[in-house]
């Protein structure tokens, strides 16, 4: 087994400071930069291709140095005024490419000189333990090094972390796909000696990949690089065979590596913070091996262990800028997941353009903070108020209420509002000398998801997450009583008692009114999905699966989908860079025609702006359609109305698309407006009835024709909560400088 000592080598101490947060620089496709844009043009493009050059880690950057027509010579290549320029390798397009090593955290000057040519480049460097953008680091935090149970890195595992961030020495192995019954993955130590060979002996039980589209068979072997990034796990993979080829770098890359990267991303949430995780959401996946993908993910890009896209998002930049190190700039990245893995994907993308240039996801929701927390915290107090002496509701009326199809998808909901509890959901083996209690010990770690994400959304007087949830003038059941399902009796006990949530997720009468600075920043830095930072330019495909009639329910309810297709048709005029496949057995090769996609729109040479790039390249097979048994139907998928898809797939909604709210879902307080009693014709109402209403609601009721209270675009992609001072949104250390 081959060591690195990479996080070693890039290690630094958390006592250490940023130096300079000044940067000149111009940002160049998400994923590098140059500081050049407005300088003659005899001068030398100098700019980064591993990231921005505002978000370099760890010490070392890949750069790429381009030199005007006619230039002669070799680049001379300084940083800080010491000589780099032996890092540099001439290409074959003419350019220079060179990794540069050794930056202390803070802010660096690359220069070039090529004849008369020059060029030059601010770098800001931050650890490799991070953070870069996502605020101050989590405390208490639990190492996960000793038990990671990943892709096989040989019999020593990873062994005990070395410092309080969960580092471990980064490391090169080897695992074979074997073909003995079951076609394990076997962990493999290449001879450290007399490699590349003509005459390679590879083991005898080594299974042999038949590249898709050739006849080509190449060694089932695959090189697995393991290492810690921003405290988490990180794992990459991709096809090298060690005894023919030599080592891989960024100008000698794998042969048969296609050059396009998958980012896989984990599901979960509940119970997902304050650990490193000790798994990935990575395998050696036959389907992306036969087309020559690699892939990379970390322990912290699953929201099972770390349930905040903030986090996740800078995590996927700083592991992806290692594997560009390692290997070269990707062709293209396609983030993709499920569930919590969705969340990712979306928010990613569009709050971190450049990072993921399509996504293909599945289970949908737009982001945690939305979809998912409205509906369970709704049902939680449904559940209570079913369950607490409320109106003999019948099953049918509660699911009118609710708008889901199945009642049992109440109580499952309310079940997942464990999230929102402070004492519920703890990851497995956290410490309970450590863990909030009300009474015995006010001051501990509290197991929620706004907790997990304070550095967003700030703290109360208590030292308690903010919170970005509200139910002021929400008419809960408003849609059932108009379609004559419940009474208007029902319709007034069931709001004049359903009440709030408060902190500890304790039922209150009165309801729950949300944290306007949370919910200012929710929406700022893109923690409620916006749709127009870099989904605009993002090719995504939904493959859509049907929970909806599960009889206990299921969290993942096909009406999110047209969640997002709202949002992005609100924040950008069509949805047509977003295409739903399925329900159904789905039969198309989503990936294939993903691939034919963005090489189509890599292709286009033109002066159109990126979106429309974009939605011309989209493959004509590629439409939405769903499959009934093995029979593809090619209709517009659609939340609600006529279809065969609809037919045999029909969508629930949630109870507050059922009190009025907008398909969107994407407003966490609304504004309000006087009682009208014209607003609820055909029903009529008793004089009693009318002043029971205006009393339920003095303040008013929701107006969902407005937006929502602090609603608002996306201050800025690439939004920061420190320690980078750039698109700084909110410094929790110092909240009152933030900007």
């Not at 290690?11 to 050049?36: H, K, N, V, W, Y």
């Not at 449904?382 to 609710?402: C, E, H, M």
């Not at 000398?433 to 009300?438: A, D, M, V």
């Not at 929620?448 to 919170?467: E, L, P, S």
Request: charged fraction near 15%; hydrophobic fraction near 35%.
């Amino acid at each position: 087994m081959r060591q690195h000592q990479h996080t070693q080598r890039r290690g630094f101490t958390r006592g250490q400071t940023l130096l300079a947060t000044g940067i000149a620089s111009l940002f160049l496709a998400g994923c590098g930069g140059s500081d050049d844009s407005d300088t003659p043009a005899q001068s030398l493009r100098v700019s980064t291709v591993s990231s921005m050059p505002e978000y370099v880690s760890g010490g070392d950057a890949l750069v790429e140095i381009a030199p005007p027509a006619g230039a002669t010579g070799t680049p001379v290549v300084t940083l800080d005024g010491r000589d780099v320029s032996t890092a540099f390798k001439a290409t074959s397009t003419g350019t220079y490419l060179g990794k540069v090593e050794g930056m202390a955290v803070g802010e660096h000057t690359l220069a070039a000189r090529m004849g008369e040519a020059t060029g030059s480049l601010t770098l800001t460097n931050y650890p490799v333990t991070g953070p870069m953008i996502s605020g101050p680091h989590e405390s208490p935090y639990v190492c996960a090094t000793a038990t990671f149970a990943g892709i096989p890195v040989g019999s020593t595992g990873l062994g005990n972390p070395l410092d309080a961030n969960c580092s471990v020495p980064t490391r090169v192995t080897y695992v074979y796909r074997s073909t003995a019954a079951g076609r394990p993955v076997v962990a493999w130590a290449p001879p450290t000696t007399g490699i590349p060979t003509a005459t390679p002996v590879y083991p005898a039980d080594m299974e042999f990949l038949v590249m898709d589209g050739t006849n080509k068979r190449v060694p089932y072997l695959v090189r697995v690089e393991t290492g810690t990034i921003n405290r988490s796990i990180y794992q990459s993979i991709i096809l090298h065979d060690p005894l023919t080829e030599p080592a891989p770098s960024p100008t000698t890359r794998p042969a048969n590596w296609n050059g396009k990267l998958m980012y896989p991303l984990g599901g979960g949430c509940q119970g997902g913070w304050y650990m490193q995780g000790n798994n990935v959401s990575l395998s050696i996946n036959d389907t992306w091996f036969k087309r020559g993908y690699a892939a990379v993910t970390s322990t912290l890009n699953t929201f099972g262990t770390n349930c905040n896209d903030l986090l996740s998002s800078e995590t996927v930049a700083m592991t992806k800028e290692r594997f560009t190190e390692a290997y070269g700039k990707p062709t293209y990245t396609i983030g993709t997941g499920g569930s919590g893995g969705a969340y990712q994907s979306y928010q990613t993308s569009d709050n971190y353009p450049g990072l993921f240039d399509g996504i293909i996801v599945n289970s949908v929701f737009p982001d945690v903070t939305t979809a998912t927390i409205f509906k369970i915290f709704d049902s939680r107090l449904l559940n209570n108020y079913f369950n607490t002496g409320g109106r003999p509701f019948t099953v049918d009326q509660r699911k009118a209420i609710s708008g889901y199809l199945q009642v049992g998808q109440i109580a499952n909901m309310s079940g997942s509002a464990a999230r929102l509890d402070p004492v519920v959901s703890f990851p497995a083996g956290f410490p309970n000398e450590l863990k909030y209690n009300p009474t015995t010990n006010p001051t501990g770690t509290r197991a929620t998801v706004y907790d997990h994400t304070v550095n967003v959304y700030g703290k109360d007087a208590r030292g308690f997450a903010q919170r970005p949830i509200d139910n002021v003038g929400v008419q809960y059941g408003l849609k059932a009583m108009l379609a004559g399902a419940i009474t208007v009796d029902d319709f007034l006990d069931l709001n004049a008692r359903i009440g709030g949530l408060d902190p500890d997720m304790k039922p209150q009468a009165a309801r729950t009114s949300g944290d306007l600075g949370a919910i200012r920043r929710a929406y700022q830095s893109g923690r409620i999905l916006n749709g127009g930072g870099g989904l605009a330019t993002t090719a995504i495909i939904d493959r859509r699966d049907y929970f909806d009639d599960a009889v206990n329910g299921d969290i993942h309810q096909k009406i999110h989908s047209y969640s997002v297709r709202e949002r992005l048709t609100k924040a950008n005029g069509n949805f047509d860079n977003h295409v739903i496949v399925g329900p159904g057995n789905i039969l198309d090769d989503t990936l294939g025609l993903m691939d034919t996609w963005l090489s189509g729109m890599l292709a286009d040479t033109t002066a159109a702006a990126k979106r429309d790039k974009l939605i011309k390249a989209r493959p004509a097979a590629l439409v939405d359609a769903c499959w009934i048994g093995t029979t593809k139907v090619i209709e517009p998928s659609t939340a609600a109305g006529a279809g065969q898809c609809n037919t045999a797939y029909p969508a629930g909604t949630t109870p507050r698309l059922v009190a009025g709210g907008p398909l969107a879902d994407d407003i966490v307080k609304c504004q309000l407006k006087p009682v009208n009693l014209a607003d609820y014709a055909p029903i009529t109402f008793t004089d009693a009835q009318a002043a029971a209403l205006r009393a339920t609601f003095a303040t008013g009721v929701c107006d969902w024709s407005k937006p929502g209270v602090e609603q608002q675009a996306l201050k800025s992609t690439w939004a920061s909560f420190g320690p980078s001072k750039k698109n700084l949104v909110f410094d929790i250390t110092n909240p009152t400088a933030t900007p």
